[in-house]
């Protein structure tokens, strides 16, 4: 097949480009020159920020179809989406559970509410774009040529985002780590790769429609991630599991300071809790928890240990003097780590 990849140079959409090359598809790569493309693909350039002449280098070519990851103005995928309806076989468009209303309910399937957006925005909320981004999309290729992959917490090698990577490294410098319980809690993500094979596949199949992409609830829990990140460091770290309470208590951000947590709740729920049969019904395979730590841990270590921070995000985790204020925290208030497993 040919492939046309809009961006195709960081994380997901790096991850989509592999996964074609390595099925021996034609690859065409429209990314705006911040970074080098994987070797065998066709590289052009342009910048779909400076509006429809930023386009200008895919006024010409056809594909079989095109995978779009974008996650700013809704108008940028609407002008993109134009110009290629009428030489592309389909739209494959990555977008987000954040499109659901808020709060989703525990167990949402496709079928949820969703919030306003119009193809016409341009600088939005992050679950406006991506509903304006699926409007966009559909507007020009029709709803049976869109594919909408709503992803939730992606990770894996390449993340620019730092949320794994954060664990991995704050582990790898050893000694007490707060972890954040409940230790058995289940935690739903997609490993980047799996959502690229899953795309690909999808759009050779010709499927349509909007589609939950994060592993099936209980694929791993809090326990198995962070112990994983602890075996691949080889790190001399001890693993303190605190109760959410304590935490909580302690003024510690979820999500934010200790990545990919939420404590038990409604975000929770929202985050890690989604229906995502519709997706294993079309083939969704996820690899091991383990995997995906270890792939993640050799990526950064082939970097020498420090991952790309995407300039359109926060930084993620505890910086050691905060986590040092909230260890003080916890100890003003009597709280004890709730269960210290040996050492890894």
């Known amino acids: 097949m040919r492939l046309l990849m809009l961006g195709g140079t960081e994380f997901v959409g790096r991850a989509v480009v592999e996964a074609a090359l390595a099925r021996g598809w034609e690859v065409t790569v429209f990314h705006r020159g911040r970074h080098a493309p994987p070797k065998g693909v066709t590289s052009l350039l342009g910048d779909r920020t400076t509006g429809p002449e930023g386009l200008a280098a895919l006024a010409t070519g056809s594909w079989d179809a095109v995978v779009d990851t974008w996650s700013a103005a809704p108008s940028a995928v609407r002008d993109a989406a134009r110009l290629l309806a009428d030489r592309v076989g389909r739209y494959a468009y990555v977008s987000s559970r954040s499109v659901y209303a808020w709060p989703p309910a525990a167990g ?28 966009a999309a559909a507007a020009a290729f029709g709803a049976d ?12 090698p390449y993340e620019n985002v730092g949320r794994l990577p954060w664990w991995l490294g704050r582990i790898a410098r050893g000694g007490p780590v707060l972890a954040p319980g409940p230790r058995t809690l289940p935690l739903q993500y997609i ?10 596949d999808a759009v050779a199949a010709g499927l349509s429609g909007p589609y939950n992409l994060v592993s099936p609830p209980g694929h791993t829990t809090t326990e198995e991630l962070l112990d994983a990140c602890a075996r691949v460091t080889g790190a001399d770290a001890e693993l303190r599991w605190t109760e959410p309470e304590a935490l909580l208590a302690a003024g510690v951000e979820p999500w934010s300071e200790l990545p990919v947590w939420l404590p038990p709740g409604e975000m929770y729920d929202a985050m890690h809790t989604a229906d ?17 730590v270890a792939d993640t841990w050799a ?36 709280t004890k780590a709730v269960d210290r497993p040996e050492s890894p």
């Open 108 to 135: 949402l399937d496709e079928d949820g509410p969703l919030v306003e957006g119009s193809p016409d925005d341009g600088d939005v909320p992050y679950a406006e774009a991506k509903r304006g981004g699926e409007l």
């Open 191 to 200: 490993d980047a790769r799996d959502l690229a094979e899953w795309t690909l």
């Open 145 to 156: 040529r869109t594919l909408l992959v709503r992803a939730g917490l992606i990770i894996g």
């Open 276 to 292: 995502v049969s519709r997706a294993v019904a079309a083939g969704l395979r996820c690899r091991p928890a383990e995997e995906t």
């Open 299 to 334: 990526w950064l270590e082939s970097l020498g240990g420090t991952a790309p921070q995407r300039p359109d995000r926060p930084e993620v985790g505890l910086a050691p003097e905060r986590e040092a204020e909230v260890w003080a925290t916890l100890a003003e208030g009597g």
